[in-house]
Each structure stands twice: as C-alpha cells, then as structure tokens.
C-alpha cells in the first residue's frame, strides 16, 4: 500500500516590534491592529472560570494563536472543571479530557494516531495542531511521567504546563510550582512554620529541556501576548515534541485584586521570579528575555495575599533566589537588588508600601 | 460537547453526544451567560487629552497624530483644519503650549507636535484644490466686519465663513497678515508661506480682504455697527517708548517697527553695533533680525535676570548660538548722542522688584553706571494700540474690556492682543475662533454659555508599561553661521515623512481610545467585541463579562473605566447577581430547563430512529 504524505501546517510569527509601529492600513491595519492578530477565536464565551482567570487568557490566546485545525485535550485541573461541566464546553474546535496523569499519553496518542490515519488515507487534510494543557499538578506532579515519556519519544504535539502555581482545582493545595513562602491549605503559615512553603519550586521547564535535548522547551507568562502567542506557534510548528511553561496567576489562589492578572504576569518577570526563555534543541542553547525594568521582588509579593504573612527573612530569601536567576539569565544585578538580600532592608511584608501598578480599581 | 471536526461513525453514537450546542464565535455558549458573575463593568469614556486642553484653539492633537501614525496625512490636515486655518504658520512660530502639557515630558520626553503640525500644514499647502472649500456652506446673506487680518481676523474669518456668513475683512496696512507679517521676522515665517495661508483663507470665496483701511479713519465706529456683526482684532502693533534721555535720536527705533520694515521688506539699515532694549520674544526677534541685516555685535538689555527672561527657551538658546549678547538685571538710563545721532548709550545695573501689590517695577541702581558705544538702539519694552476712535466705556488700561465671551457690546466681539496685551499667535487664533461661533449663536439669538468641564488626563493614570522610552525627534535646525547670514533663511527645518510617522507614534493617546486592541486581546472572556479599527468602536459582549477589569487596568490609554453594575437599568443587557447562585430560581433554573429539552428531544429522536429500526414500540423500556 501506497503510503501518503503527511502534511503539516506553518504557522506565520507575528512581528513583535510591530505592536504600535506604524503599519499601512491597506495591509489591513484598519481591521487588525496587532499585528496579523486572527480574527477567530476558538476558545469561546461562557466558560465558569472565575473572573480575571489567568488560564483563561493563556487558554484564549494559545488557541487564537493554533486555529481552527486544531485538537485539544485536557487532563483534569481546574480548566477542564470550569469548563466542561453541563456536557459543554467553550471549544469549537475538538476537544477531550484526559484522566489528570494521562494528558501525556493521551495527547501522544492522538498524535501518532493522526499521523498513522493519515498515512494510510483515513484521514484527509493537513496534520492538525495537537495541543494539551495541563495545570501544574499534572503537568509537574502526578502527570509528569507521562507528560516526560511522551517528549521523550517525541510526538509531534504542543505540551502545556499552565502554571497557576497550585492545585486551584481542588481548592488551593500545595504544588511542586507552589513558590517558597506561598500559603496554601497545605502549607499554612503559623508558629512552626512561619513561612507558610519551605520548599523552593521545581524547575519544570528546566527539567524538561535538559532532560529531553530534543524538545521545543519554552517559557512565557500572560503578561506577553506575543511571546506568548509566538511560542505557541514556534511549538506547533517544531518538527517534534515542544513544552511551554506558561505562568496564569490564580486569583482565588493567590488573593489578588482580579485586573492585576496581566501585571502580575509582567511583574514576575520583572522581578526576576520567573526566568522567560527558549531552549533551541537544535543549537542546545537557552535565549533568555531580560526586561527593560528589573524590580524588587517586594513589588511583586506585596501584590498577593498568598504571601502576606512573610517575614524579612523570607523576603530577602525570596530576592536572593531572584539574583540568583538573573545571574543565571546573564543580566547584571543592580546594586539596589544586592543590598536587598540583607533581611535588614526589609518589613513585614503586610506592612510593605510598595510601587503599586496605577490602580483603576478592584473588580469582579 | 463539540463535535466539529470529529467523524463519529453512527454505531456509536450516543443519544447524548454532541447533543449539546457547540458555542460559536457570535453567541458563545448560549446556555451560560456568566455575566452574572459581575459587580463592575467596563465603560469607554473618552477624556481630554492634556495636548488638547492646553491649545487655545483646541486643536484635537491626538487625533490628527493618530491619524499621521497611519499616514492618513489628509485626514490629519482635515482635523487641524476644524479648528485652526493655518497649520504651516502655527507648526512654524507657535509657542506650543501643547507640548508643556504633554504627558509624555513625565515619562521622557515631550512629543514634537508642531514639527508634525507643521508637516501637516505644508502637506495641505500642497494639494492641488484645498479641501475645505467643499465642506462649506452657501452664503446666508449675513455680512460680518472683522478689524485686523493678523491671526485672530483671519481665524475668525474662516471659522465665520464656514459657519455660513460673508465676512469682510479691514486691514490698515498694504498687505494682510497682521503680526504674522509685521511682527515676525522671516527667517521664522517665510513669506510665501504666509502669502499661501492667506490666499488658502481668501480663496474659499465670501472672505474679502481690504487693505489701506484703517478703522478710526477710513472706516468708523459707527460703519461697523451697520455690518450685522463685527469682530475686533486690531493687535497691539505700536512699540512703547523707552522713557529716558535721548530716546528721541536718530538711530533709536522700537524693534517692533524694525522687525515690521523688514517683514514688509523694506529697505532698513542697521548699524555695526546695536543695543536691543527688552527681555521679551520680540528683543530675540529684534536682536537675532538685527544681525542677519548687517549687524555685527548685537546686545540684549534686559532687567530680567538670566532665569527670569521671557524669552522661549528655544529661541533663547538659538540667540545664543548665533552670537547675539545678554545683559541681563541692566537697564538703559540715557541714550546719547552727537548732532542728533546715536553714538552710545549709560547702562547700569538694575532688577525688577515686586511691591506688596505684586506689581512689578524696575529698580535702578545709579551708581553703577557705565558708558557703552552702539549705533542703535532698538527698544522691545512693549506694545500698545490707538484706541481714540473706540467709546471710552470699552478701554480699560490701553486694552479693550470685554465679558467672559469676548463680548464689548451687543454684536460687536473683541479678540487678540488687543483684549489680552501681547500673547501668543495661537491665543489670538483660539479667540477668532471663539468669536465666531458666538456670534453665530448671537445671530440665531441663542444665549452664550462657558464651554462644559472636561476631564483632563494626568500621566498618573496611563499604563505606562505599554510605552517604551523612545527619545523626540528634534527637528533639523541651519547651522548658526549659515543661517545669520540673511533674513530669508529659515531656522527651524521641517521633519521628514519618516520623521513625522516616527514622532507621532510616540504619542500615547493620553485619556483617548486609539484602537490599541489591548482591551480585545485580554480579556479572558472574549467579551470585548471589535467591529472595525475606529475610535470607541469596540463594544463590551454584557452577557459574557465577568466584570475582572483586566481590560480596564490594561487600558494603555486610560479611556477605559469601571462602573458599578446597579448603574444600569436597561434589562436588555443586565444579568443581576442575586439569581446567579440559586439553583431552583432564576438564572439557573431558566438555563436548565432548555438542556433538559435538549436531552429529551435527543431521546425521543435517538427513539424514533430504533422504532423505525426494530419495529419496537418503546426505545428504552420504559414508557414514555
């Protein structure tokens, strides 16, 4: 039997620079004024997420950015509960949920099923853009077995780890993303452990391009619609496995005011907390995003709740992790940001007067 | 549960897959409106972006830049062109009181807006049939009288004739222009450029200009009262005299009369070294003209000290670079002479103080007094006007005293320097323009009213993480030494196209909605709604926003805000909070009646379809 070719789509790039340059309008400027921006929206209206979701934006743009050819799965988490329940969901493209430690399985699965019915004339059409999204717990914890063989045997499909840093799902249980100091129902702050979470955060999208050298691995927040948008494609259209680790602040989680999302998503990186980057496999090399304004991690912690019960001590802990990262970035650290490693130039976080984003209110 | 895309053959098919309505990109999923989740929701006001606030013509700044960021120049001259006829003039010797109140001076630097104001305006000169000319009306038959054709006149002309009426124009001297012509020098404002301005102005037909009239002489205050109504812009265009020993030599001229000689292009002289008295716009101008018709050592005497001068900054710098020399907190206390020529002047030291009133005077101190040679003196302490021809009631204080809307008595408007001393082009030009459509409201007896509050936008509310730091674009100036070489030089040269996109695009809209598609792009529930790329043309989708504001705090712009749900009344668009979590009532329970239908109708089908099957009489066992 003749076998037929698969076909693959490309995905254009859209222009990062182009954000507010100017472009001619009879390029269509007029109906699209970020840049080749889709028209289509395949994540749609009337999900129960909560107001100010961060998955939601990720979930929206990550599949603004794929389109309509497009097949989706989603291991159990707090975006497979929000959405799916009433036999509906938000997607109008094809999607399915996974059982919370198969999204990896699974999603290799469809793919090299797609790949075989294509080949053998079952299936018509261009290879679709087979995409999972999975929360943290899976993807970092209970899934990651599967999540970690399926880039091993490298499957032609786009894993990705939305971040909300918690279990949200279940009602705000500790997860390995969970930052030092973070409060949870597991790990609540008090006499013994003052802190809240001893444990620093694991590495996942480290563990992913060091232990799988062939893979797409990138990271990105909400705070970036291009990059993030970007990555998605650049993932989709890579030969082979990808991951994306993709930091979606939590509002019920991390007890912030709902707009804050998008500027929790830039402060992070600001603030050195989250190292955005992209691991080329073919180069074996990480480009790392340094921001045009490096903060104290104050101006990020004091925006949540979830940290306001630490210590100087914890905070400086918490800037010396962040120094350690723009170090590991290349970046210089300023001065400023040295001197606040000594617990000395601190308060108690709840005390803390900050550089607050402008403030145009609290809502939901 | 969507099924798009998916071939389910029909052997396994289940009564309820795919039974359920997929959303789509117009309704969303018609069964879950979560705008009951919301408190606030988001509404676009646009306010006043400080640019607009501050010009006196009200020229709308963000809109015409906007405009100039898409290259849509014509758009962008149009815009200027509804409110101040003459772009080139004022994109070349505005002071630009726009620019001291953009946002962006907060942020790094200020943005150009009269170098692109004046791209603008020459791009309009350009075109072949000036545009406005279609847009106007037909003559109502009403004939309006306006003295002067400096900027206020010929302001109050356009706007009058665009409102419909025919607008005669008197003019003292041999050619219009006012103070543009008499008062600035050309080497700011190139003739032909004034010349075409003008023309543009006395081309739209229903504008006549008549030049040699002078009102008090030629014409009287009682012709004017027989137009149906007038318009006083007659400009203060006589220098005051310096009041010392020796002001009457020959050699001694107000700079005023200078800079208007050599305006109108007549033959000056000027001696090797000169003395300008004065620490105003016009001592620069007088100085710098000075120079450039043959002067070699040119000194500014002002009692202003070095800080206190009222000299632009710009222009200053400018005059320094050309050579021209301060003086500064120094007065002139005799000029003197030698068979009725000047051959040098006493200077001393001397400041100017305030009295308790706030009135400000100059203090001389005697015993510092010096000798110093010149061969003129040129004296730019002020301006004033001939009033004699005008009822007393109407002066006060060499200046014409009229209410809050520029009204001196019934039909008769006021406007310029005459009601305001010495000001800016652009004041004068803001006033024909007020004047204007007050009289048309006068006309069609409709009262005068102040202009409704605005809200201004500061720089503290704009996100500013959506704005880079990019420097200004200075535009190209001739090199000093070039440039003093004759009056027809201009200094200030124009952007280039490029420059002008690039200058423009640093605005940020302040309080403004440009279209950015932040708003679109962030919100987690698709529920920002974009027709087309036009200003405020996005519409928030009520029945799907939650009410996070994450649109509202990313709103670069800052014409997104928050207003309490209870604010709205139209049920149409409210989903209020109360039903959102009760089950048995309300939202809930109207949502599950419809998928309740939705299964049901999906078995009866499922059914139908094994009766036709089977033969069987009931699909399921059970009896329905």
Not at chain 2, 157 to 177: C, D, F, N, Q, W
Not at chain 2, 275 to 298: F, H, P, W
Not at chain 2, 583 to 604: C, F, M, N, R, T
Request: charged letters at 25%.
């Amino acid at each position: 039997m003749t076998q037929k070719e698969v076909v693959r789509q490309h995905l254009p790039l859209f222009e990062e620079q182009g954000r507010s340059a100017s472009v001619p309008d009879d390029v269509g400027r007029n109906l699209h004024y970020l840049p080749d921006m889709p028209e289509e929206d395949p994540y749609q209206a009337g999900h129960r997420t909560c107001a100010g979701c961060g998955p939601a934006i990720q979930y929206r743009w990550v599949l603004k950015a794929a389109g309509q050819n497009t097949v989706v799965a989603g291991p159990t988490g707090c975006m497979y509960v929000a959405n799916a329940t009433y036999m509906s969901t938000p997607y109008t493209v094809p999607w399915a949920h996974t059982q919370i430690a198969s999204g990896g399985s699974f999603t290799s699965g469809m793919a090299a099923a797609y790949e075989s019915m294509i080949r053998k004339g079952k299936y018509e059409g261009e290879y679709p853009n087979i995409l999972v999204m999975a929360g943290d717990g899976s993807a970092a914890d209970i899934g990651i077995g599967s999540i970690s063989g399926a880039l091993y045997r490298n499957h032609d499909a786009l894993f990705i780890c939305y971040d909300n840093e918690c279990y949200a799902n279940t009602g705000i249980q500790t997860s390995p993303t969970t930052p030092y100091g973070g409060s949870t129902t597991f790990t609540p702050p008090g006499k013994v452990i003052p802190e809240g979470k001893k444990l620093p955060p694991k590495n996942l999208a480290k563990m992913m391009s060091e232990g799988h050298p062939n893979c797409y691995v990138a990271t990105t927040t909400v705070g970036y619609t291009l990059d993030l948008m970007n990555k998605t494609r650049k993932g989709l259209n890579h030969r082979g496995a990808a991951f994306l680790h993709c930091y979606t602040p939590c509002q019920k989680g991390w007890v912030y005011q709902t707009p804050m999302t998008v500027e929790l998503g830039r402060r992070v990186v600001e603030s050195g907390l989250f190292p955005v980057w992209e691991y080329d496999p073919a180069e074996r090399k990480y480009e790392y995003f340094i921001p045009p304004e490096q903060r104290p991690v104050v101006d990020y912690l004091a925006m949540q709740g979830r940290f306001g019960h630490m210590h100087p001590e914890h905070v400086a802990l918490m800037q010396v992790a962040a120094n350690r990262n723009w170090e590991d970035m290349g970046a210089d650290v300023p001065k400023r940001l040295r001197e606040l490693e000594d617990p000395e130039a601190h308060k108690h976080l709840k005390e803390e007067e900050y550089s607050l984003p402008v403030n145009r209110g609290i809502g939901a | 549960m969507s099924v798009k895309g998916t071939k389910i053959p029909p052997k396994l098919r289940l009564p309820l897959a795919g039974v359920t309505p997929a959303p789509t990109e117009e309704a969303g999923q018609v069964l879950f409106p979560t705008g009951n989740f919301r408190f606030f929701r988001p509404v676009y006001k646009d306010k006043t972006p400080p640019c607009n606030h501050a010009c006196p013509t009200g020229e709308k700044i963000q809109k015409y830049l906007d405009f100039v960021k898409h290259e849509r120049f014509l758009d962008g001259y149009l815009t200027i062109m509804e409110d101040n006829p003459m772009p080139s003039v004022t994109g070349r010797v505005c002071y630009h009181p726009c620019e001291g109140a953009c946002n962006r001076k907060d942020h790094d630097e200020p943005i150009g807006i009269r170098n692109v104001e004046r791209f603008l305006g020459d791009f309009g000169l350009e075109l072949a049939d000036e545009p406005i000319k279609e847009t106007l009306p037909a003559t109502n038959g009403k004939h309006i009288a306006v003295v002067g054709s400096g900027p206020g006149g010929l302001a109050s002309a356009y706007h009058l004739r665009r409102l419909g009426y025919r607008v005669t124009i008197l003019e003292a001297l041999s050619k219009p222009g006012g103070m543009l012509r008499g008062g600035i020098p050309h080497w700011h404002l190139p003739e032909n450029v004034l010349n075409a301005e003008v023309t543009k102005i006395e081309d739209l037909g229903g504008i006549e200009i008549k030049c040699n009239t002078r009102v008090g002489t030629d014409v009287s205050w009682q012709d004017l009262k027989d137009y149906d109504a007038a318009f006083l812009a007659l400009g203060q265009d006589v220098g005051r005299k310096l009041p010392v020993e020796g002001n009457d030599l020959r050699g001694v001229t107000g700079g005023l009369e200078f800079v208007r000689e050599a305006g109108f292009n007549k033959p000056v002289k000027v001696g090797k070294k000169v003395i300008v008295v004065g620490g105003g716009n016009t001592a620069s101008d007088t100085a710098r003209s000075a120079l450039r018709l043959g002067a070699e050592e040119v000194t500014i005497v002002s009692l202003e000290g070095p800080d206190e001068l009222l000299i632009v900054p710009e222009d200053l710098e400018q005059a320094k670079a050309e050579g021209v020399e301060f003086k500064t907190n120094s007065a002139c206390a005799r000029i003197l002479g030698e068979d009725g020529v000047v051959t040098g002047a006493v200077l001393c030291e001397a400041h100017l103080s305030k009295d308790e009133e706030g009135k400000v005077t100059p203090r001389m101190n005697p015993d510092t007094e010096y000798e110093v040679t010149c061969d003129n003196v040129m004296i730019a302490i002020g301006q004033v006007q001939h009033l004699d021809w005008i009822p007393d009631h109407l002066i006060e204080g060499g200046l014409l005293k009229t209410d809050e809307y520029g009204r001196l008595e019934d039909n008769i408007f006021a406007g310029g320097d005459i009601v305001r001393g010495p000001a800016m082009v652009v004041d004068a030009l803001g006033d024909g323009k007020r004047a204007a459509s007050n009289i048309d409201k006068v006309l069609k007896t409709a009262d005068l009213a102040p202009d409704a509050p605005v809200e201004v936008m500061p720089y503290e509310r704009l996100n500013t993480s959506y704005f880079p730091h990019a420097p200004r674009i200075e535009a190209p100036l001739t090199p000093p030494e070039e440039r003093i070489r004759d009056q027809e030089i201009e200094v200030t040269l124009a952007y280039t196209q490029e420059q002008a996109i690039a200058e423009a695009d640093r605005c940020m809209s302040c309080g403004v909605c440009n279209g950015c598609d932040n708003c679109y792009i962030v919100c987690p529930d698709v529920s920002v709604m974009r027709d087309t790329r036009e200003n405020g043309a996005y519409s928030i989708r009520t029945k799907y926003c939650k009410g996070c504001l994450v649109c509202v705090q990313e709103c670069p712009t800052g014409c997104l805000e928050k207003v309490p749900e209870l604010d709205f009344e139209d049920e149409s668009d409210v989903t209020r909070m109360e039903t959102a979590f009760s089950v048995y009532d309300g939202s809930h329970a109207e949502q599950s009646i419809p998928i309740a239908k939705l299964q049901e109708d999906a078995i009866a089908e499922y059914d139908a379809a094994r009766r036709r099957r089977t033969g069987a009489t009931s699909g399921n066992g059970k009896r329905r």
